[in-house]
């Protein structure tokens, strides 16, 4: 055990987007600090993956993690016997060594916030999320991150907002920032490595698949852009969110109906995100709900990108509108084609925008950044760690 204690540390997701990106910094700072860690998932992928390459111990067990689809009498149901069933292995390891922190990431997994209050056990939530409804479950949320902890962290001043009135506590902004080296290397080759044509002008975007990231609203804007740039090539990259698979269906009828086909191209999920990000002259992030904090445009500003995103959370807070790319209002399909096929059509514009987002990213959301506020901010929780 490490010296100073274990943590265990709840996901909702084994699939390896932002908030999973994120947490594997978050856990080897825990590390470096002198703690023992355990990463509890709900399901085998390429997380579980990324994480034991690290060294990182983890299991695999069903945490009963809040999802839309669960919204139902048998729904709740589920959700209940799968809760009981990982607050009892959560009894367990800490019998068999005390635990000193539980660290639940995201608000979907509520059985860690619940175990630690009534076990009086430390407990950090990094809130990832901006809910609207249904309001029953955003008042639910907000109880339980008040029953538990003085200070959460959220990832954008955005989230901090959406909870402020909702909540008797003061959340704490930590932005997420990440190690850029794999998106800074040169494009030699990155074509043929990727599969994706150098003769087109690509526009991508990359989010799982669900109703609030706007793969409709982005191929709206493409059936406009190809009008006046018939070579414009767009990429949705990412998978559904378990129960979302229907929304692959309206995706492909959207292609399908509008004679899409040779301009768009689905990827599904990828592993090569720096090279796809490297084949790519503008990248959009076309999002219809609250998005906290994408580390998604950061990646893609730290490819010298231009981004076209909504207004619609942390990209305000991300992007310079008119200096790193522009800032739309959410389906707003007039503006966000105009604004592609001006990058598209003057691309010595589009470079310069995207040198400066990189320059942006670099010295305002860096991992050196994110890594000393998370140090800090572990430090107010225990003090004995500066020792």
Partial sequence: MGHKGRVIFLHSSSELYGASKILIYVIEIFKKLGYSTLLILPGEG?????????????????????????????GILNRGRKFLKAYRYLNQIHKEEPIKLVYSNTLAVI??????????????????????????????????????????????????????????????VIHNGIEYEPFLNGKKAVHEKTGLPNDRKIVTMIGRVNPGKGQLFFLKMAKEVIREHPDALFLLVGDPYPGYESILEEIGGFIQDHGLGKHVMDLGFRSDIPDILKCTQVFVLPSVLPDSFPTVVLEAMASALPVVATRSGGASEMLIDGETGYLIAPEDVEIGSEKINRLLAHPEEAVVMGIKGRDRVLNNFSYGQFAQKMEDYICQLFPETKN
């Fill in 111 to 172: 059985v860690g916030a619940i175990f630690a209050k009534r076990n009086k056990i430390n407990h950090i939530w990094h809130i990832h999320e901006i809910i609207n409804s249904p309001r029953f479950l955003v008042r639910f949320l907000a109880r339980q991150i008040d029953g538990v902890q003085r200070k959460p962290i959220v990832v954008s001043e955005s989230v901090a907002q959406h909870w402020s009135g909702l909540l008797n506590v003061q959340p704490e």
């Fill in 46 to 74: 390429p997380f579980r993956v990324e994480v034991e390459k690290r060294g990182i111990e983890v299991v695999i067990l069903n945490l009963g993690i809040l999802r839309r689809k669960y919204f139902n009498p048998i």
